[in-house]
């Protein structure tokens, strides 16, 4: 019986092709934003409000959207005008760099500036997988609870941005913005939040804008 | 994530019979130890891990703070804050690793024929 000392970082392959990614998006000219969150915060009614604004604003814009099953959310965001394709995962509770980078091959329509990758519904798995993104949203629901951060902190510990959708519920849930800006201040201070609704159209064009400074300025249209 | 560390460990020993593995699992990398133990046994059969032992360290969550400099351990692995001064200016510095350490092998003389491979080590 003998010990072999190995120290190998288990997503290792992941963070490579996730890198590798972002530097061939870059090159392209492209900047990716992965949406996390728990099934039911509304990510594709907003993703689906974002990409009617891209596309009206003339901005070339494309959103992949990982499922266990169906292409319906696909279906719904191709309402808006945007190339959409579908990554259904067959059951995988999150996505990984090499199955974006396989929906991306050979579809991914040149000029692209900006692409949206709505991550399967869930808050543990996403978090620990690094997609080649520039910018990493995580949304919350005021339907769920202001004390989802510190359920759930991985996910927010490594979120760029905050979302929080469905704002015009906040009465009706008795949804307290203090206490889940306290909570998410306990697991990510300095954490920045936009709040939205997909329904009254509020806070979305702060955070389009907030997405759209991801892009260099030589490239918006 | 079980199929990830197998692969892991099968590309970093090919070939060789693995008894026991050993993993550092940080609170902050999103991934449960318990998890990843039942899930274990399922993730290596057929393998050459079959029967093999997972052993998890678990890697506390630490920060440095920008203030004062010290880097000290969350000890609920939730709230941030510095534990030296409590400022909230803290850089997350360790808790997200998620890491194969070492493998123990059978040396190859020990082989035994795939027959007479057991589950008496598994992890119960």
Redesign the interface.
Same mark, same amino acid.
């Given at each position: 019986m003998s010990v072999v000392e190995l120290r190998t970082a288990i997503l290792a392959k992941n963070d490579d092709l996730a890198a590798a990614l972002r530097a061939d998006l870059a090159a392209a000219g492209t900047v990716a934003v992965n949406l996390l969150s728990s099934p039911g915060s509304g990510k594709t009614a907003l993703l689906e409000l974002l990409l009617t604004r891209c596309v009206e604003a003339g901005v070339p814009v494309a959103a992949l959207t990982g499922d266990l099953a169906t292409e319906n959310d696909a279906k719904r965001l191709a309402r808006s005008g945007a190339p959409v394709r579908q990554v259904v995962t067959d059951g995988l509770c999150h996505l990984e760099a090499d199955l974006v980078r396989d929906h991306l091959t050979g579809w991914l329509p040149e000029g692209t500036r900006l692409l949206f990758v709505e991550n399967v519904g869930n808050l543990v798995c996403p978090a620990c997988y690094d997609l080649g993104e520039s910018l990493r949203i995580v949304l919350t629901s005021v339907t769920e609870g202001e004390d989802k951060p510190e359920k759930y902190p991985t996910a927010y510990r490594w979120a760029d941005l905050v979302v929080l959708t469905k704002v015009d519920l906040a009465q009706a849930c008795h949804f307290d913005e203090q206490t889940f800006h306290a909570a998410l201040a306990g697991v990510r201070p300095g954490a920045e939040v936009i709040g939205t609704s997909a329904r009254t159209g509020q806070g979305v064009d702060p955070l389009l804008h907030r997405v759209l400074r991801l892009i260099p300025d030589r490239i918006i249209p | 994530?079980a199929h990830?560390?197998v692969r892991?460990v099968v590309e970093?020993?090919p070939g060789r019979r693995v008894?026991a593995v050993t993993?550092q699992v940080g609170v902050?990398? /999103?991934?449960v130890a318990q998890a990843l133990v039942f899930a274990w046994d399922v993730a290596v059969a057929g393998t050459g891990l079959e029967g093999s032992r997972l052993d998890v360290v678990r890697v506390p969550l630490r920060v440095t703070c920008r203030d004062c400099g010290a880097t000290t351990e969350i000890e609920d /692995?939730?709230?941030? #804050?510095c534990g030296n001064c409590t400022g #909230?200016? &803290?850089d997350?510095v360790g808790g997200r =690793?998620? =890491?194969? &350490?070492?493998?123990?092998? =059978?040396?190859d003389a020990?082989e035994l024929p795939s027959g007479e491979r057991g589950r008496t080590r598994a992890n119960r």
């Open positions: - | 994530m990830a560390v892991a970093a020993v008894t993993l902050a990398s /999103g991934v /692995g939730v709230h941030v #804050r #909230r200016g &803290v997350v =690793e998620l =890491e194969l &350490v070492s493998v123990e092998v =059978e040396d020990n």
